[in-house]
Structures are given as C-alpha cells and as structure tokens.
C-alpha cells in the first residue's frame, strides 16, 4: 500500500438546525481488535491524533487501549460483550465492579484520564442470528450499568446506550412507511426505549447499505452508493434517493409505532468493506464513503426527519480484522479505512476544512519472507494442504470477488501457505506442509493481491498472549465474585 495516498478527513461538529433546537452532528470511527498481530494501542492513539480522529467506539474495556487512551482527549464509548450481560443483569456488585475497573479507574485522573461518553451495554444483542439468547438480560444489565454509574457520580457525564443491529427493524414492503421493530424483539425493545428516554440516552443502531445490497436483490449498487442516477424509490409521496435513508426512515417509523417518535438516533456502525467480496473493493468503498460524507454533512436530514441528521456517525471500521467472523461473508475481516498495519486504503473527502489523513508511522513487520509452494515437486496433495492452512489463517481474500480470487493455481496455494506462516510469526516449521512450502525472499503480491508480512511480536500483543489477557480479565472478575458470595 503506497504511503503517499491521499485521504482527506474532517470528524468536525457540524451544527444542524431542527424546529426546536440546534444540535451538533459528530463523526467518529469503530476500532475493534479482533486480529492474530494487532497494531500496538500506542500506535494507534498516534495514528487516531495525527488524524484529528476525536471520537472513538470500543467493542470491550481491554485495559491495554484504555491505558493508550489515556490522556489522549478522544471522547470514548466503551462496549461491554454480550457474554457478560447475563452476570451483569443477575448482579448489582458486577455492575458496580465492572464500572470501577473500566470507568472509574480511568476517567478520575483529569485531564491524563480516558474521557468516556457511553457504555455500550451488548454488541447487537438483537442480531437475528443469535436468537432469543441475551433478550433476558439486555434491559436489566442496562439499568445496573446505570444504577452504578449514579453511585461513582458519574451518571451526568457517561450514557447509557445497547447497539442493535441493522435486523431488529424490518419492512414487510421494502418502504418506510411499513417499518417496524421485529415481532420477537418487539416486547424488549419497548422496555429498552422506555429506558433510554427516562435516562436521556440516544438509540445505537447500525445501518449496512453493503448487507441491503449485498442479501437484497431490489437494492441496486448506485442506490447503495449514492449515486444521483439511482433509481428513486417512492413511498407515500416521500421520495428516498439511496439506501441510506430508507434504512434510516424505516427505523423512524419503527421508533414512531413503538411510541417513540422524538428519540435521537446515532449510527453505531456503518462502512462498506474492501475484500472478500463481490464489489468490496476500494475504489466502491471510496465512492460510499464520499457519498456518505457529502450526504452527513450537507445536513439534508431524510424524508421523515429533514434537517435533522443523526446525532453522531461512527464509521466502521478504523483498522482491517483478520479473526473477525466470516459467518456473515469473507468481507467481515475488511472493513477497515486502514489495513491491519495503519495504511490508508483510498481516497476520500470527509467535509470542508479537512487535512490529509496520516498513515501509521515506524510500524515494525517481521522480516520481508514469505512462504510459498515449491513448484519443483509433486503437488497432487497441495489444495488438501491449503484448505487446512486456511481453517486457521486468513484467506479470505481468495474469495470470489475478493482481491487475490483471480491469481492462478497454485499462486492460490502459496497465498493460503503465506497467510499460515505469518499467522505463526514466520516459524521455519510452519512453512513445512509435508515438503510442500517454500520460503522466499522474493515478494510474491501479484497486481491487487497482496501476500502481507505480519507485525513483529514486539510490536503487538501475539495471538496466543492477547486471547489470555482478553478472556482472562472478566474470567477472573467472575471467580473473584463468586468467591465473595455475589448471585449470578
């Protein structure tokens, strides 16, 4: 990725004006960590900074980003998992533990602490995929949450808020007009709108113009991309020019039935990937990405709300996954305005006023080799190899539409080797594969298909060692909890 690419950002506060008051529009980006060899959270502070990135959504409180974080002046939403909303919502003490160890603990230090606007309670609880699993313990572990921000005094200064996903809401017609929450959903949605009015707390929410396109096959590419020659669509005279807006003014509705009509709406999530895919390339990425920014920014508002744009924006992603889940597609591990090294991916500009976005600087990779397969030997046995290498490494970027799905056999076996060998920090052993691999000194990227070289162990929290550290925090909040007698 060539480092002098140019790409223009602005996350400014725009004011929009409503008949009622005037309200300020903010931008700011998702970071999540979900990568075998992460950029170091130092790194990414300088690379959020250089780039005058002030807002920040986390998807959990890893102590490593919130240290990197503090004193950095980036206005902050903590996520809590949904594996935790169960204890959460059985226990008080957990909820008063968890907001001392991650609000409490960081926010008290001044002007060195982490400023934390919202507690995201769950991540898309209400995902479709996962069933009726965490409707039981959404609202409860929303209102402990809450119960002990008031106890810390922290309550004026931290929200509230549950991501819900782009599936929780629905039209039987494809229109507006007929939106509504999902009938499972429906009885815990009330009570969880009733809980963010009381509490003044906004609805999270993400909006995928790339899923409607990509699972529906009446939304067409210039409708997803802002394009002006898309076809309109028309609803109870209402004209909706892309995706965007119709996705948005079907959740107004939802919110309007449910008896929530006035409720602020943030976009939690939204983005549109770069590979892995069909039309998930960059240059696409970069169209939807101006698209959305013209559109933000020129404070239009949609049809069922004009002049009245969502409150604040977080565009998704910040950096590119590679253990994200691919249940949903390949392209979930390609999200990122950046690749996983902090490089700029393209071109686009974010709104007036706005410098050039910065790339992460003096990032230290392995060393520049590569595994690939010997072409000297028999290789009747290589896709066998390729496809276990893949059960563990990242190849989605082999999938059809994505970036490396048309270099020829067996150049698509060395990418399935090289994707194994770096996620194993570049062990002689791990480029083995029966006599099959090779290693290289001679770069084998092929036009649009890159073969990476991972960041140096130093330089990230390895694999095997940023799992522990993750898993083990709450695990041992839970057991230092039971050992104290607290119910769950």
């Known amino acids: 990725m060539s480092s002098n690419l140019s790409l223009v950002l602005s996350f400014l506060l725009a004011i929009s004006s409503s008949s009622c008051s005037s309200r300020a529009q903010a931008m700011g980006v998702n970071w999540g960590t979900t990568a075998s060899h992460p950029l ?30 503090s004193g950095s002046k980036i ?71 809450q119960t002990a921000l008031i106890q ?27 939106g509504h929450f999902r009938p499972d959903v429906n009885k815990t949605m009330i009570e969880l709108l009733k809980f963010l009015t009381r509490h003044r707390s906004p609805f999270f929410v993400t909006i995928s113009p790339f899923l409607s396109y990509h699972q529906t096959k009446n939304i067409s590419l210039d409708f997803a991309l802002f394009k002006e020659n898309a076809r309109p669509r028309n609803d109870s005279h209402k004209i909706y020019k892309n995706s965007f807006d119709l996705s948005f003014d079907t959740l107004v509705n939802a919110l309007s039935i449910a008896g929530f009509p006035q409720m602020d709406i943030v976009i939690a999530k939204i983005g549109w990937p770069t590979d892995g895919a069909a039309n998930a390339t960059s240059y696409i990425a970069e169209t939807f990405m101006k698209g959305l920014m013209d559109h933000l920014h020129s404070k239009s508002g949609t049809p069922l709300r004009p002049r009245d744009p969502p409150i604040e924006t977080y565009i998704f992603s910040l950096l590119d996954e590679d253990q994200r889940s691919i249940t949903s597609g390949n392209f979930e591990r390609h999200w990122g305005v950046f690749t996983f ?38 290789l009747s046995n290589a896709t066998a190899s390729a496809l276990e290498a893949c059960s563990v490494a990242d190849c989605s970027a082999l999938s059809p539409g994505g970036s490396c799905y048309n270099i020829r056999w067996p150049g698509n076996i060395s990418y399935a080797f090289n994707s194994y060998y770096q996620r194993q920090d570049q062990k002689a052993n791990s480029c083995g594969f029966g006599g099959l691999g090779l290693i290289t000194t001679v770069d084998p990227s092929v036009d649009n298909c890159r073969f990476s070289v991972e960041l140096k162990a130093s330089q990230s929290i390895s694999s095997l060692g940023y799992c522990i550290v993750h898993w083990m925090i709450p695990l041992m909040a839970t057991i230092l909890l039971c050992f104290l007698g607290v119910s769950f």
């Open 40 to 69: 170091p959270p130092a790194k990414v502070v300088e690379l959020l900074k250089s780039n005058n990135i002030t807002k920040i959504k986390l998807f959990d409180a890893d102590p490593f980003v919130l240290n990197a974080l």
């Open 75 to 145: 206005d902050l939403t903590i996520g809590i998992p949904n594996s935790m909303l169960r204890s959460l919502n059985s226990s008080k003490k957990a909820a008063e533990s968890w907001v001392h160890d991650n609000l409490t603990r960081y926010s008290s230090d001044g002007a060195n602490g982490v400023r934390i606007e919202y507690i995201a309670v769950g991540d898309e609880p209400f995902l479709q995929s996962y069933g009726e699993q965490f409707y039981p313990f959404v609202v409860g572990a929303a209102a402990n949450i």
């Open 341 to 378: 090294d902090g490089q700029a991916k393209y071109n686009v500009h974010f709104g007036q006023g706005s410098g050039k976005l910065l790339n992460a600087q003096n990032v230290e990779y392995l060393s520049s080799k590569w595994c690939v397969v010997n072409n000297n030997i028999d």
């Open 152 to 178: 810390a005094k922290l309550a004026n200064e931290v929200k509230v808020v549950v991501p819900c996903s782009s599936d929780a809401f629905q039209s039987d017609s494809g229109l507006p007009s007929k």
